[in-house]
Every structure is written in structure tokens, then in C-alpha cells.
């Protein structure tokens, strides 16, 4: 019999993962390759570029993407033990908020990109962008539009679920606008990272997505198309003929559930897919793992990955000072919210090397030290951080609140870890049941019980190798299948309990959590 198999894919930050699932969801296959490791010819770190003469711009080019396609795909097509013609569906996630400008030359070659199939796709596609840099989620280069949408627009986080954000993609839009306008002007269209990545399976511009749409800053979440009013003031014009345009530029946002049709038969030719293969929303990250997991309200995802981000729903929809409001991938009665904090992995990796201490001796280094640091308390931010806007330093305080240089190097390695946590904590909602952790981080038995200690929470965590892929796998399987029950009936999350919370630590966390904000508000200021 035909044997059914479903492929998810996650462009993050730094890595581009591939999780292979069949019909009874059984994990066949996972792959992961990372950017920076495998195309040195890019010149990026971790992933990214960060602009030598103005460090708050942050991008990627986009041919390392392309390439990164290649090879994984070309990797997958090697195994034995499964047949990529055996995809039934396919679909993914990638980083959110990044933005990627396609110019009309690139419009044709991607629709004829059949006829390429002996080329790579960075072969293929050359020349097909207006913009090689593609401005991502780490970016910060745009306090100018991010003070003008807030001043202009008091309830922008009531139309768009968020306040203005630097990352987020209408405030890149609108810089381009300002300052690179005939980049702006050779763009026929937009895409956010994750429609990219959908439009190159498809041969054309794949929409946007309504829930990974919310992460710009456009999109009204009432009446689920672009705002005219945030539309226009990225244009800083009430030209109806400019609005217009940039509203062709980005296409109607579609539902993440839309079944976009069969794979280009460029993959057919040159990967062995079916021709039958079909290609279903891409989404953003998060929002991925939050369909992957598909937890109860009151449960809170932590994904610890180049982000640290807290994610959880609810039924109703109320905006946030500080953090962001999706559309929910999956469940159209849920609201998605989300916190993102700039410096979480690549941070704890930095003071793990400065210590120079693998992350196995790091558990014996914490043995050393007591469980609240004696009152010692460090932040560290290696970039200007998102939540709270707290400018790039690292800050330390010893246990009379007097600010210090340097700290031993048992006293840094638990600083970073229990501010990271108590940060973490500091944001969430107040009534949470259970914490879910997923992302690279969350296989440290270390991290595992500091969570579970600073939340007072126990820990679970999904037996996978990546949730925001996988997600993308179960959704393509759930939309190709068409089932006529709900999402959430289809997955029911299979956790593993992983840390329980200590009652001793729980308590000296709590009383720490009040001296952590206090010391945090002491830092805010905006960059
Ligand atoms: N055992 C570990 N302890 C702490 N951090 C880890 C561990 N294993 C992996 N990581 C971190 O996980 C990060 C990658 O996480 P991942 O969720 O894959 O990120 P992304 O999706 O952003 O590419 C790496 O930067 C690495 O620092
Ligand atoms: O900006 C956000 C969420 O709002 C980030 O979480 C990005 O989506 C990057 O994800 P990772 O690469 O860290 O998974």
C-alpha cells in the first residue's frame, strides 16, 4: 500500500530542520542543518549578519537560505528507510517578522522555475530579489518608525495584537520606504520568511498567512486584512495609489489552514516528489509549536531556542503593554500570546564559554553555588533586548544592591541562568498550570529544574526534536487529510513530565522575583 508520510520544516535563526512524520504520526526521520557551519562563504554568525557599522541592523542574505534548501532537501533524498516521493503533504514555519522582497524578474522565474530543475535554487532564483538582506527578527535599526507608530497610532495593539515593535516587518517596510526607495520601488512583492519559503515550493508568491501576519504591525485583526491606517503610515502618504500598491505588494493574508495546491514540479524533477504533493500554509515559529503541543489555556510554552519566548492562549482577546497577540494557527475560538526575549541561547552560550565550562560542567560548577546566588544578581543582554527595551550591557548587582564589575566564575554561570528564568517568569501570566519546554535549551536537566523551581510549576516537555517543525508536519497532515473534527480533538500533546518544583527553592525564588524587577526597572531605558 501507498505508505502516507508528511514533511514539516522550521527556517529558524540558525538552523533549517526537517521532521518526517506518517499517517499515525509515528516519527520517521528528523535532519537539521546549521547555517553558519555549513556556509562559511556567507559570512554569517549564528545564522545572522549584524551590520559592522550600525549593529542594530541585523540580517540575512537571502542565498543562504536558497542553498540551505538545497542541501537539506538533497540530504533527505539520500535516506533509505523513506522515499521523499512519498510526501503526501508539506508544510513549515520559519523565523517570525523577517521580510524578504521579491522583484518582478523573480515573479517569473519562480513560476518558471520547472524548467530549471537541473540548477540549484540559488542558481535559479539570481537576481529574482530586490533586497539580498533580508532584515530579521533580531533587528533594531528602526526606533524612528517604532516611536512614530506608537505616537500616531495609541491603539496600534488593539488593531494589530501588538504595540510597535523594531523587528516587526511593517517598521523594516517602512524604513525601506524612507531610505531605500528604489529598493521599495523594484519590489513587486513582500513576503514574510515563512511565505518565502512556501512560495518557493509552490512556484509562486504564496499569501501571508493571518496568524504569522500579525507579527507586522499591518494587519488589522478585526476585519483580518492590511489596516489602511497602518498602511499608510508606513508610507507616511495618504496616496491612495501608494497604499494601494504596497497592499498588492503583500497579497491577501489567507488562513494558516489554506491548502495552497500541489509542490512545483521543479521539486518533482529534481527531489523525486509526487506531483501530488500538496503544499499547506507556512507559518511563523511559535505559533508552529504552539499547533504542535496544542495545549489547554493555562499552560504556558517556553521556547528556549536563539529566542527564549513564553507562549499560551486564551479565549479572549486582550491586548498587552508588552508582548503580542496572534491569530491562532489552529483554533479560531483561542488568541495566541507571546512574549520574546532577544538574548537567550546565544547569551547563556557566551557566559558558558567566558567560564570556560562545557554544559556539562556547568551542573557541576552550579553545585558550588547556592540556589539564589547569595543575592547576586546579573542580567545579560549581548544585544539590545526586546522585553523590557533595556540597551545591550551586561549589569550585575552583589547582595547589598551595590552594582559590580565582575562576578567569580561559579557566581556568572548561575547569574545568567536564574535571571534568564526569573526574566522569563517576571512577564507571564499570573496563573499558569503547567510548563511546557521545547527548543534546544530545554534539554538541559539544569534549565529544567530552575524553571520548574523559579515557576513553582511542574515541567513537561514533547518527546520530539523540534516542535515548530513537527507542528508544521501534523498541520500538513491534518489540512491534507480534511478531517471533520476539530484541531484540537486530532492532537492531544503527549508530554513527558520532566522536573518537578523543589518547595525550598520555590520560595527563595519568590521572594528574589520582586528584587529582580527591582534592579530591571532600574535599567530601563529606550534605544
Ligand atoms: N544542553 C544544552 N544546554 C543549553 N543550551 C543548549 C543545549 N543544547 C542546545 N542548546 C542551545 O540551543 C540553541 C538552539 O536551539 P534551537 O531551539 O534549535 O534554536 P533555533 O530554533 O532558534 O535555531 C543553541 O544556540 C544552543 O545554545
Ligand atoms: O521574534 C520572535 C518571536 O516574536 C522570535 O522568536 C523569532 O521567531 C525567532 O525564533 P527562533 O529562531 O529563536 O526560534
Request: glycine share 6%; hydrophobic share 35%.
Amino acid at each position: 500500500m501507498h505508505r502516507r508520510l508528511f514533511l514539516g520544516l522550521d527556517l529558524s535563526t540558525q538552523q533549517l530542520k526537517a521532521v518526517i512524520l506518517d499517517d499515525s504520526l509515528t516519527l520517521i526521520h528528523t535532519e537539521s542543518l546549521n547555517f553558519s557551519k555549513e556556509f562559511p562563504r556567507f559570512g554569517t554568525i549564528d545564522g545572522v549578519i549584524r551590520d559592522p557599522s550600525s549593529p542594530s541592523r541585523v540580517f540575512t542574505p537571502i542565498s543562504l537560505w536558497l542553498s540551505s534548501l538545497d542541501l537539506l532537501l538533497h540530504r533527505l533524498s539520500l535516506h533509505s528507510h523513506f522515499s521523499l516521493n512519498d510526501i503526501s503533504a508539506i508544510s513549515g514555519t520559519a523565523q517570525q517578522h523577517g521580510t524578504v522582497y521579491w522583484n518582478m524578474k523573480g515573479e517569473i522565474k519562480l513560476e518558471g522555475l520547472s524548467e530549471l530543475s537541473g540548477k540549484s535554487l540559488e542558481e535559479a532564483l539570481q537576481n529574482s530579489f530586490s533586497k539580498e538582506e533580508c532584515p530579521i527578527w533580531m533587528d533594531s535599526s528602526t526606533t524612528e518608525f517604532v516611536d512614530k507608530f506608537d505616537r500616531e497610532i495609541p491603539n496600534l495593539n488593539g488593531i494589530t495584537g501588538s504595540r510597535a515593535y523594531h523587528r516587526f516587518s511593517g517598521m523594516q517596510i517602512a524604513k525601506i520606504f524612507k531610505y531605500e526607495r528604489e529598493v521599495y520601488d523594484s519590489t513587486s512583492r513582500i513576503s514574510l520568511i515563512s511565505s518565502f519559503l512556501a512560495s518557493l515550493f509552490t512556484g509562486r508568491i504564496a499569501p501571508i498567512d493571518l496568524s504569522d501576519g500579525c507579527g507586522m504591525n499591518l494587519l488589522d485583526m478585526q476585519s483580518l486584512d492590511w489596516s489602511p491606517l497602518c498602511l499608510s503610515l508606513a508610507l507616511d502618504s495618504q496616496d491612495d495609489q501608494l497604499i494601494s500598491d504596497l497592499r498588492s505588494k503583500l497579497g491577501s493574508p489567507v488562513p494558516t489552514s489554506t491548502n495552497l495546491g500541489v509542490i512545483s514540479s521543479y521539486f518533482v524533477s529534481r527531489y523525486n516528489f509526487s506531483p501530488n504533493c500538496q503544499i499547506i500554509s507556512f507559518t511563523g515559529d511559535n505559533l508552529s509549536s504552539m499547533a504542535d503541543l496544542n495545549i489547554s489555556c493555562g499552560d504556558v510554552i517556553l521556547s528556549l531556542g536563539t529566542s527564549d519566548t513564553a507562549i499560551y492562549c486564551s479565549s479572549s482577546f486582550s491586548p498587552l503593554e508588552r508582548g503580542h497577540v496572534f491569530i491562532h494557527p489552529t483554533n479560531t475560538h483561542q488568541f495566541v500570546y507571546l512574549i520574546c526575549y532577544k538574548n537567550g541561547s546565544l547569551t547563556r552560550e557566551r557566559i558558558r564559554q567566558k567560564c570556560n565550562l562545557s554544559w556539562d560542567t556547568v551542573s557541576d560548577a552550579l553545585k558550588t553555588t547556592p540556589v539564589g546566588n547569595n543575592g547576586n544578581i546579573g542580567m545579560y543582554f549581548d544585544m539590545d533586548e526586546i522585553e523590557p527595551r533595556v540597551k545591550a550591557g551586561d549589569y550585575k548587582w552583589n547582595e547589598k544592591g551595590e552594582r559590580v564589575e565582575s562576578f567569580s566564575s561559579s557566581c556568572e554561570i548561575r547569574s545568567v541562568l536564574e535571571s534568564q528564568c526569573l526574566h522569563l517568569r517576571s512577564n507571564c501570566p499570573r496563573e499558569i498550570n503547567r510548563v511546557i519546554l521545547t527548543g534546544g535549551a530545554s534539554h538541559n536537566t539544569d534549565i529544567r529544574q530552575m524553571i520548574g523551581d523559579v515557576f513553582g510549576r511542574d515541567v513537561y516537555t514533547a518527546p520530539v526534536a523540534d516542535s515548530a517543525a513537527q507542528g508544521g508536519a501534523k498541520r500538513a497532515r491534518y489540512v491534507h487529510n480534511m478531517p471533520d473534527v476539530p484541531y484540537s480533538a486530532y492532537f492531544t500533546p503527549n508530554l513527558t513530565l520532566i522536573a518537578r518544583p523543589i518547595q525550598e527553592n520555590v520560595e527563595i525564588y519568590a521572594n528574589l522575583l520582586s528584587i529582580y524587577k527591582e534592579r530591571e526597572a532600574s535599567l530601563l531605558h529606550s534605544y
